[in-house]
């Protein structure tokens, strides 16, 4: 007979739990309780096959929660009828967790591909060639872009025009002026 359960386990990891909080380890458990270390070792892990019949398992848990300040029941599981209804009773929950933990690899990928259609449907079909009617208006802003600039060059070449001549106006009017200062001091000749 099997005597090691998913509760039974369940049961001793609240027992390490709270060895480990006290800061204890099972040496001092067993000389401060005077259990033997193999039952200590036996109730954390849930496996009562060490205990030579059912009243030690019991009195030993018992002795060994009470130490501890544990409100825990004593799991039978030596009655068979209590095992299979607890086992039927952790099924279902097991099942949803296990599919979920055994499959977590396959939902992963399955989003990641799901996130890359998303990304290829919402691009369209778009094939990196541009469409006539954008080639269109491309070229239309292109003329509008080159007008306005040839535009601008020749308004400025205008304007350059324009004060280069009256550089030179203003240039030879200044050469044409004689500067002719007579000063009373210099003798005339």
Do not use: W
Request: hydrophobic residues 40%; glycine residues 2%; aromatic residues 12%.
């Amino acid at each position: 007979m099997n005597l090691k359960s998913a509760h039974t386990a369940k049961i001793g990891k609240a027992f390490i739990k709270a060895r480990i909080l006290r800061s204890l380890t099972q040496e001092e458990i067993a000389n401060l309780t005077l259990i033997n270390i193999d039952y200590i070792k036996a109730i954390e892990s849930g496996d009562y096959q060490n205990f030579p019949a059912r009243m030690f398992a019991v009195q030993y848990f018992e002795k060994y929660a009470k130490f501890l300040d544990l409100d825990i029941n004593f799991f039978d599981i030596y009655n068979a009828e209590v095992v299979d209804a607890a086992e039927k009773e952790l099924e279902p929950q097991q099942s949803k967790r296990s599919f979920f933990n055994k499959n977590i690899i396959h939902i992963f990928l399955i989003c990641i591909v799901f996130a890359i259609s998303l990304i290829f449907i919402f691009q369209g079909n778009n094939t990196g060639e541009p469409r006539e009617s954008e080639v269109q208006e491309t070229l239309s802003k292109e003329d509008d872009l080159r007008t306005n600039i040839e535009s601008s060059f020749e308004n400025d070449i205008g304007v350059l025009h324009k004060e280069i001549n009256n550089f030179f106006i203003q240039d030879k009017l200044d050469s044409i002026q004689l500067d002719v200062t007579v000063d009373s001091t210099e003798p005339e000749a």
